[in-house]
Nanobody
Framework: QVQFVESGGGLVQPGGSLRLSCVASGSIFSSYDMGWFRRRPGEQRELVMAIGSSGGTNSAGFVKDRFTISRDNAKNTMYLQMNSLTPDDTGVYYC????????WGQGTQVTVSS
């Protein structure tokens, strides 16, 4: 069963940047579409950005060209570079396949506050 370990979150001021990392176990990583999800306080989990096995990407409307998703199949690792962060981006960020499996990791907390 695939497992995900997210890291890179933290406290950042509005307008700041963070780079999240996701390491996935198993040998299936390169064959699947992957995505970053988030759960904001009091909200349901939502898809932020996705990247296909061949590198094509798509993003939710609220991203507005602020975030960049990438993957390194040789390292079973996916990244999310987040720039121009706002308090509305505060939440726990998770990675998973797209469509998501039930194997959610613990996520990484992102807090945007002055």
């Amino acid at each position: 069963q695939v497992q995900f370990v997210e890291s890179g979150g933290g406290l950042v001021q509005p307008g700041g940047s963070l780079r999240l990392s996701c390491v996935a176990s198993g040998s299936i990583f390169s064959s699947y579409d992957m995505g970053w999800f988030r759960r904001r306080p009091g909200e349901q989990r939502e898809l932020v950005m996705a990247i296909g096995s061949s590198g094509g990407t798509n993003s939710a409307g609220f991203v507005k060209d602020r975030f960049t998703i990438s993957r390194d199949n040789a390292k079973n690792t996916m990244y999310l570079q987040m720039n121009s962060l706002t308090p509305d981006d505060t939440g726990v960020y998770y990675c998973n396949l797209v469509p998501a499996t039930a194997a959610w990791g613990q996520g990484t907390q992102v807090t945007v506050s002055s």
